[in-house]
C-alpha cells in the first residue's frame, strides 16, 4: 500500500543517517552518532576502548583515542570516505585525556596525564614527526586534562587538575606566551571547549562532593560566570554547538544538553542513556560556517573551508587492530586470541600451570592442562595434602615411607599404628614412669584438657586404679581467659535475640509499599583513572510508616536537584510517591 512512501522515507532516513548527525561519541569500542537524540550511526567494530575524542570539521574528520590498542593510540576516521588511519604510536606509559585539531596548521594536540605534557604532531604535507608525538609543553606541578584550540586566533587551551592548585591555562600553538587564565572559584576542571564565533570559553568542573558546575568565561579568563550549578554528575568531556553545550556524565551514564545561554533557572536535559558503557568523549557537529559567523579573526578558517588543505594523515603506524596474543594466534575477527595448550587469559598471557600446584613442580599435558608431580609427603591433584597431617595420635612423630605411606613413632606410653593405643601402667617400668616437672605441666594446648599420668608408686598402694588424673597444670578455671569466655557468650546471645527480633520486623515490613529509589554517588575520583568509581546507592522498603507522613530520607531529587533550586519538600514527595512500587497483593 505505501510501498512507494514508504521506500521514500527509507530513502530519505538513510541519506540523513549517512550525511548528518548532532553530536558523536565513543563509547566502549564504538563511535557513535546522534540526530535528535537518535542513533543513527556508528562506526568502530575492530575498536576496543575508545576514549578522547575531537572533531575536524574542514576536513570532516574525527580523531580518537584507543586505550586498548596494542601499537597505536590515536586514530583519525574519515566521515566522507568512512577510512581511519592510525596516527600516533602507543607508548607503554601514557594517558592520552584531551585531544584537539587545528585545520589551519593541521595540527593535532593532546594532554598526556601520566607525563604531564602536551604533545603535538603536525598532519601537513610534508611535515616530520616523532612516531610518539613531539613534546611541546613538558610541566611539574600541573596535571594536564582537557584541550581545545581556538584556531582563529591561534591558542590551545588546558585544564590543570592538580587538586591543590586547578587552573585553566592558554599558549600560542608553539608552546609560548603560556599564561593562566583561570585560578579561582575553580577545583576540578574536567573538560573544556571554545566557542570561536561568541569568542567564549566553556568548561565543567566536578566540584567537591556530589556537586559540578558548567562554566563559562571570555577567551583571555575574564567575565567568568557560572551557566549552571547541580548536583550528582560526574561530567567528563564537554562540547560546544551552535546554541548549546553538551557534556558526557559518568554519574548517570548519560549526555546532557544545556541551552548556551541559558538562564541560571534552565535544567539541563538528559539527551541519551547508556546501560552497559559509559562514555567518554564527546563532540558536537558545528560547522565552520556557523562558527565563523561574524568573526573577523577567522579568515584563515574561512579560506580553508572552501579551499581545503590537504592533509597527512597515513602515518605507518603499525595499525595492528587486533591484539597481541602472547602465547597463541590472534583472532582478528572477534578480538580474541586462541592460545596455545597450556596458556589462557585475554592475552594468552598465563600459563595453566601458574598458582596451580600447591607443592611440587607442574607439567602442562598433551592436552594444555596441568598437572602436578608432588615431592614425597604429599598428593592430591594440587598436592594439597599433606599425607602426615594429623595421622599421628598422642605426639607419634610422622614420616612417610617408600610407598608414600604414613609411619608414626610413638611415645613411651602408646603404641599402634596412629600411636592411639595407650601402653597400660605395668607394662611400663615404675621409676621411668614419673614424670618430671616438665612433662607433667606441659600445658600446650594442642593436648587433651585432663591429661592422664602415671601416679606414684606410693598412691598406687592406696588405690585401685592405676592412673588418676592430675589438675595442677591449671587446666581448669582460668582468672583471665574464662570470664572473657563467658561475656562473649552472653554477648553473642544477645546478639542472636536481636537478630530474631529483627527478622521478624523485616518479614512484616516486606508487606508494606516498596519504595525503590537509586541515588548515584558521584564522587571520589581520581583523576588518573580514566572511567570512574561509581557508587549506586538504592533505597528500599525503607518506610515504615505511612509513607505521605514520612519521607525516610533526607529529601533530595535525584534527577535535577540543584543547590539553587529551594524547593524540597513537596517535589520530593512527588518522587518518592512516582517511585512506589506495590507489590502484587495490593
Ligand atoms: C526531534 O525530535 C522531536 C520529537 O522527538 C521532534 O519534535 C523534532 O521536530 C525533531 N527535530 C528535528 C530537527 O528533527
Ligand atoms: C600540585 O601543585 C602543588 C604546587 O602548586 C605541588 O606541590 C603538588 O606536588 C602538586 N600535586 C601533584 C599531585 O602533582
Ligand atoms: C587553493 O589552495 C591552493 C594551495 O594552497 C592554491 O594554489 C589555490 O590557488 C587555492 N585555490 C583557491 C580557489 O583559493
Ligand atoms: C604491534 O605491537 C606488537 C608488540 O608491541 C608487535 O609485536 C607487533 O608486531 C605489532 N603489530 C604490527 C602489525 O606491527
Ligand atoms: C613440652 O613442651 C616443650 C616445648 O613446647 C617440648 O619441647 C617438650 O618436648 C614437651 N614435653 C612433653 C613431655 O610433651
Not at 613411651?412 to 593405643?421: D, H, N, S, T
Not at 521478624?504 to 541515588?519: A, D, F, G, Y
Request: proline share 5%; glycine share 6%.
Amino acid at each position: 500500500m505505501c510501498k512507494m512512501q514508504c521506500f521514500l522515507a527509507i530513502f530519505a532516513l538513510y541519506i540523513g543517517l549517512v550525511n548528518s548527525w548532532d553530536i558523536a561519541i565513543t563509547t566502549g569500542g564504538q563511535l557513535e552518532f546522534y540526530s535528535n537524540k537518535t542513533k543513527t550511526n556508528n562506526v568502530g567494530v575492530r575498536f576496543r576502548d575508545l576514549t578522547a575524542l575531537a572533531y575536524d570539521a574542514v576536513h570532516n574528520m574525527l580523531l580518537f583515542v584507543d586505550k586498548q590498542n596494542d601499537n597505536a593510540s590515536i586514530f583519525s576516521y574519515h566521515l566522507a570516505t568512512k577510512k581511519y588511519q592510525s596516527l600516533v604510536r602507543r607508548k607503554s606509559y601514557e594517558n592520552i585525556q584531551g585531544l584537539a585539531f587545528d585545520p589551519v596548521n593541521g595540527l593535532l594536540f593532546w594532554t598526556d596525564t601520566n607525563e604531564r605534557s602536551i604533545y603535538y604532531m603536525s598532519l601537513m604535507l610534508g611535515s616530520k614527526n616523532d612516531v610518539y608525538g613531539n613534546l611541546l609543553i613538558k610541566m611539574d606541578d600541573e596535571i594536564p586534562r582537557a584541550i581545545a584550540v581556538d584556531s582563529c586566533r591561534g591558542y590551545i587551551y588546558w585544564t590543570n587538575i592538580n587538586i591543590t592548585k586547578p587552573t585553566i591555562e592558554r599558549a600560542k600553538f608553539d608552546g609560548t606566551e603560556r599564561e593562566t587564565i583561570i585560578d579561582k572559584d575553580i577545583y576540578m576542571p574536567v573538560s573544556i571547549a571554545v566557542d570561536q564565533r561568541t569568542k567564549q570559553l566553556y568548561w565543567a568542573d566536578d566540584r567537591e562532593g556530589i556537586h559540578y558546575s558548567i562554566e563559562s568565561s571570555d577567551l583571555d579568563g575574564n567575565n567568568p560566570k557560572t551557566l549552571y550549578m547541580g548536583t550528582y554528575h560526574q561530567p567528563n568531556a564537554l562540547t560546544v554547538s551552535k546554541d548549546a553545550v553538551y557534556w558526557v556524565d559518568w554519574g548517570y551514564k548519560s549526555v546532557w544538553k544545556l541551552p548556551k545561554d541559558s538562564p541560571k533557572t534552565l535544567d539541563p536535559v538528559e539527551l541519551i542513556g547508556f546501560s552497559n558503557e559509559v562514555p567518554f568523549g564527546i563532540v558536537a557537529n558545528y560547522q565552520i560556517s556557523d562558527q565563523t559567523e561574524g568573526t573577523t579573526e577567522c579568515e584563515e578558517l574561512i579560506k580553508l573551508s572552501q579551499n581545503k588543505t590537504v592533509i597527512n594523515d597515513t602515518f605507518n603506524i603499525p595499525r595492528d587492530l587486533g591484539l597481541f596474543c602472547l602465547h597463541g594466534v590472534k583472532n582478528n575477527e572477534k578480538l580474541s586470541c586462541n592460545c596455545s595448550a597450556g596458556y589462557t587469559g585475554q592475552r594468552c598471557e598465563i600459563s595453566v600451570c601458574h598458582n596451580y600446584c600447591f607443592q611440587g613442580d607442574c607439567e602442562v599435558s598433551s592436552e594444555g592442562t596441568p598437572a602436578c608431580r608432588c615431592p614425597s609427603g604429599f598428593k592430591g591433584e594440587r598436592c594439597e595434602i599433606n599425607i602426615c597431617n594429623g595421622y599421628c595420635l598422642n605426639k607419634g612423630v610422622c614420616s612417610v615411607n617408600q610407598d608414600q605411606e604414613p609411619d608414626c613413632k610413638c611415645s613411651k606410653q602408646y603404641e599402634g599404628l596412629r600411636c592411639e593405643i595407650m601402653i597400660p601402667i605395668n607394662s611400663v617400668k615404675l621409676d621411668r614412669s614419673l614424670p618430671t616437672s616438665t612433662e607433667k605441666c606441659n600445658c600446650t594446648q594442642e593436648q587433651n584438657i585432663s591429661k592422664t599420668v602415671p601416679i606414684s608408686s606410693e598412691n598406687l598402694r592406696n588405690s585401685e586404679l592405676p592412673y588418676v588424673e592430675i589438675t595442677d597444670c591449671n587446666y581448669g578455671w582460668d582468672s583471665i581467659r574464662d570470664p572473657v569466655i563467658m561475656v562473649l557468650g552472653i554477648a553473642c546471645g544477645l546478639l542472636c535475640v536481636t537478630c530474631t527480633v529483627l527478622f521478624t520486623k523485616v518479614l512484616k515490613l516486606k508487606k508494606r509499599p516498596r519504595i525503590k529509589k537509586r541515588i548515584i554517588v558521584n564522587k571520589n575520583v581520581t583523576p588518573l583513572t580514566a572511567r570512574p568509581d561509581q557508587c549506586e546507592i538504592t533505597i528500599e522498603n525503607c518506610c515504615n510508616m505511612n509513607i505521605c507522613e514520612t519521607p525516610c530520607f533526607e529529601p533530595r531529587s535525584t534527577i535535577r536537584p540543584t543547590l539553587l533550586d529551594a524547593k524540597p519538600g513537596k517535589e520530593e514527595k512527588k518522587n518518592l510517591i512516582n517511585n512506589m512500587e506495590y507489590p502484587e497483593d495490593y
